[in-house]
């Protein structure tokens, strides 16, 4: 069983930063790939960004290039997405998820992760 915990939502103006966490626990962190989707209102949940085990590969949507920020510390088993930039239009629940199929490979579908964490609420108002 693996356990993944979000924290570092909040309200934030547009331009403003924040920076997720996610902890897991439960199994070896360090054969995962670790990824960040988001869901917004009445919208699909979305691949926002995913970092392999060593921490050596990592992918972005597209449109979050440049402003994202994905980066895990294996010895604290976390994971964290640095928001910069952000937009009323980033407003939604993220979430962190777990791929324990191929460590060294990135997917960016929602059903090739094993494991989710609860969400953390982000809302940047304008």
């Known amino acids: 069983q693996v356990q993944l915990v979000e924290s570092g939502g909040g309200l934030v103006q547009a331009g403003g930063s924040l920076r997720l966490s996610c902890v897991v626990s439960?199994?070896?962190?360090?054969?995962?790939?670790m990824g960040w989707f988001r869901q917004a209102p009445g919208a699909e949940r979305e691949f926002v960004a995913a970092?392999?085990?060593?921490?050596?590969?990592?992918a972005y949507a597209d449109s979050l290039k440049g402003r994202f920020t994905i980066s895990r510390d294996n010895a604290k088993n976390t994971v964290y997405l640095q928001m910069n930039s952000l937009k009323p239009e980033d407003t939604a629940v993220y979430y962190c998820?777990?791929?324990?199929?191929?460590?060294?490979?990135?997917?960016?579908?929602?059903?090739?992760?094993?494991?989710w964490g609860q969400g953390t609420q982000v809302t940047v108002s304008s």
């Open positions: 998820a777990a791929d324990i199929s191929l460590p060294t490979r990135i997917r960016v579908t929602v059903s090739e992760y094993d494991y």
């Open positions: 439960g199994r070896t962190f360090s054969n995962f790939v």
């Open positions: 970092i392999t085990w060593s921490g050596g590969n990592t």
